[in-house]
């Protein structure tokens, strides 16, 4: 993810079949630090499918914490 900073817009969204893809379901829109928050409180089943996208990429929660 190339925007990194804590006030950064972002989507959160949880993608059905993970990086397979399916439906897409947003989960917020809004600063990264309060996305990452969010995305935390999720069950580990859920992150599997939690992706964050900024105006210039799209990374999946769990390569983003585990960077």
């Not at 897409?24 to 992706?51: C, H, K, R, W």
């Not at 929660?61 to 960077?67: M, P, Q």
């Amino acid at each position: 993810m190339r925007t990194t900073f804590s006030d950064a817009s972002v989507r959160l969204y949880h993608l059905e079949g993970g990086t397979e893809g399916g439906a897409a379901t947003t989960l917020f829109y809004g600063p990264l630090s309060q996305a990452m928050d969010i995305a935390a409180q999720q069950t580990e089943i859920v992150q599997e499918g939690l992706f964050l996208a900024t105006d210039n990429d799209v990374i999946a929660y769990l390569d983003l914490i585990e960077g």
